[in-house]
């Protein structure tokens, strides 16, 4: 393979160096013919139309256009400008006279289109087999499936011969094949990015997906996206910040051990705990939750509204041309004419009843664990059995658009198989920004090769926030810090960790007591006469910042507190009055050293000396 690395920082790096798009276009049609698989591409720009895109693109501009000279593939339910869409079924293919809103904004940022790519058809499947073309190899195995729906997608980024893809997710779409190809399967909260100009699978959960060799190349494609479209009656505002540091001790829920499900896999199970002990050694703090729920919501996506949906999305097709579809795909939302308005209105009661009783659990924690599948199979064995193996690979994806979570799914090594592993990290609407960051660094402490490619993992640049400066600094010193019990308050406000600091040595730090929740005082003294303490800075918006002061209870204020790298802030400062039976802890440096090291009295004692 062409020793041009296609990872965006790579690709640009090489562009400032003088390397001209003419030489990625050769490079792109060189990958395809050695890849040799048919059933990658449906359809392919010609390099002549390529060419003339990226002349249009003018000089090499990196800060106007982030995605300057880059080659994306894009599945072929989503619509592209003179090339056909077929959404997997010849029979159906139209020629859009313009961009899915998704496509437009991605070649604004300067990326280019290399062509359209395979897909389960109508989107409606896991596996990556569901197709009248030809199947996609998979990139790491070719005796697995690729993964579906984006089989496509995923294939092509995996081989490097796009930077990323294209896919849709709304059973998991975007995650499944990203795990089977050893890359990064970004699915951002829905409505996050416009599905204008995409061809609905269930309308009221389709999300547009983005497979990238690294988190940081994905997240870089879901900022230039990322836009509410009057177009799209579902889209809506979603932050789309820069990365910055994650909190160093973020909650991560993980399903019980007794809930866990890999289907006799003990490869993947395996595989599924080093993952969860490298999350400790990044710091993570792991919570154990009970999943029948979420399994059950996840149960509910091939039953009633769900399906009576993916029937609605083509019904006019289906009735004229049922014998054109393929069989499996005919026979799963052919189900839904059996399907009554009131077996709709169940599936969105039992919905929504098992919204209300999750809600609570999603927010108890920073973000979710789970293994992107709980299984890989085989072709043979999908063929065999093409139902149960798929729904099987949904486990741990079904549930997570119905229940309005964001998710990225990254390779974390390899099985003992030498199969590639895999986990997804998930959290609530919103928090896509938090399951990158986090992704990033757990993606790299897998030591892997990107994809296919052998490429190895490019180094890893400090992440640099771009907070908006109407945010408020506020420093936090004890309950409120990351992992303690109090930081959900602050993430529900839309908080923002932006570091991890110390005060200057005019501190003293204590334990309070008859407190329901252990929290410390902070007081100021002379200087001189305290300590540095631990602390973290977060941001808040100036309405978050003032309901969350209004709501601090006493003896605890806000006053401005100052910080060793000679800034200040406004944050947690104790009144004196209610230091009676306090416990001066300042010797311990910090309220988390204080309950690390404490031991089973979280009130403690104060350290000897």
Known sequence: ??????????????????????????????????????????????????????????????????LWGVPFAVKDNIDVAGMPTTAGCAEYAYLPTKDATVVAHLRAAGALVVGKTNLDQFATGLVGVRTPYPIPRNAIDPKLVPG???????????????SFALGTDTAGSGRIPAGLNNIVGLKPTVGALSAAGVVPACRTL??????ALTVDDAYSVFRAAAAKDDADPYS?????????????????GIPAKTDRQFFGDAAMQAGFETALRTLEQLGCRLVEIPFGDFYATANLLYEGAWVAERYAAIADFMEANEAAMHPVTRTIIGGARKLSATDAFKGFYALQAYKAGLAPVIA?????????????????AVLADPIVTNSRLGTYTNFVNLLDMCGIAVPTGKRDDGLPMSVTLLAAAGKDALTAALGSELHAAGGLGLGATGWPMPASSAKTPDFDDAMI?????????????????????????????????????????????PKPGLVRVADGNGAAIDVEVWRLSADAFGRFV???????????????DGTSAKGFLVET?????????????????????????????APAG
């Open 364 to 380: 108890s924690v920073d973000l979710f664990c789970v293994p992107t599948a709980p299984t890989h199979y085989s072709l043979a």
């Open 148 to 162: 579906g729906s984006s089989c496509g997608s995923a294939v092509a980024t995996a081989r490097g011969i796009v």
């Open 1 to 66: 393979m062409s020793e041009i690395r296609f990872d965006i920082g790579s690709l640009h790096a090489a562009y400032a160096s003088g390397m001209s798009v003419a030489t990625v276009v050769e490079t792109v049609f060189q990958r395809i013919a050695e890849a040799d698989d048919p059933g990658i591409f449906i359809h392919l720009a010609s390099k002549a139309e390529m060419l003339a895109e990226a002349e249009a693109l003018g000089g090499f501009d990196p800060v106007a256009k982030p």
């Open 473 to 517: 600094e506020l420093v936090v010193v004890g309950a409120h810090l990351s992992g303690m019990p109090l930081n959900g308050q602050l993430c529900a406000l839309g908080g923002r960790m932006s570091r991890i600091a110390k005060t200057v040595a005019s501190y003293q730090l204590y334990a309070l007591a008859g407190q329901s929740v």
């Open 577 to 605: 009055a209610g230091l009676s039976q306090a416990i001066d802890i300042s010797a311990y440096g910090g309220w988390r050293s204080f309950i690390a090291k404490a031991g089973g009295n979280r009130l403690g004692t």
């Open 206 to 211: 389709d999300c547009v997906s983005v497979f």
């Open 236 to 252: 809506r505002v979603i932050a789309a910040p820069s990365l910055g540091p994650r909190p160093p001790v973020p909650s991560v």
């Open 550 to 564: 209004a709501a601090i209870p006493p003896p605890l204020g806000i006053g401005t507190i100052e910080l060793d």
